[in-house]
């Protein structure tokens, strides 16, 4: 999207998931997308769906979540998190940053790819604020057309954590792919169709495993 319209994402370090979906909307205003439109979103990207569902829930026809956090309204992406992982974590961030370093990258995020995608991905990498892993979130994602994606190898988002989301997300279509936590790089034709395929579908209620 950023690449589409005229904004830039949300540069500062104290960037809510509210501020990104803000930023969001001025971009389909800068493309003159007052339609209800599908999100797609991956990993903590769910946070920025969540709120764009606050904001503009008009705006917002249909939500795909693909391996992502949606955590309970009042929740950030730290708090939902099982014990201890919900206290250990924002310790880290505190004082290591947010972004993970490239062994990690590598073991979870990146599991699967090539090594050319990997070095695209270190080079690329933007950590999240702090702010935006401790903010929370308002709402709950209430598109008319919800989906949800799981990637079946996923260590960066174990499968216990895909299904909490997913519960909380509510999908009437589920789908799953094989493969770490970005199918974007390692499924990329199947993640396509499995895309348009969702935004091409009616809300008809009809779940697919």
Known sequence: MWGLGRRAPPDSPHATPGDHARAALGALDDLAENGPVAVVAHSAGGLVATELSALAPER?????????VFPEDGQSSTSCLPAPQRWV??????LAGT???????????????????????LADLTPESRAYHRTPVR?????????????????????????????????????????GHLPMLL???????????????RASGSRHD
């Open 89 to 94: 974590l924002p310790v880290v961030m505190r």
């Open 60 to 68: 917002i026809g249909a939500v795909l979540g693909l391996s992502a």
């Open 139 to 179: 709402g709950r994602v209430r598109a008319e057309r919800r989906g949800y994606v799981f990637s079946d190898d996923d260590s960066e988002l174990p499968a216990v954590l895909q299904q909490r989301s997913a519960a909380r997300l509510q999908p009437a279509v589920t789908e799953h792919l094989p493969g």
């Open 99 to 121: 972004r993970p370093p490239e062994a990690a990258v590598r073991r979870h995020l990146a599991a699967g790819a090539d090594e050319a995608a990997v070095q695209r991905l």
């Open 187 to 201: 499924h990329p034709e199947r993640l396509q169709q499995l895309i348009t395929r969702f935004v091409q579908r």
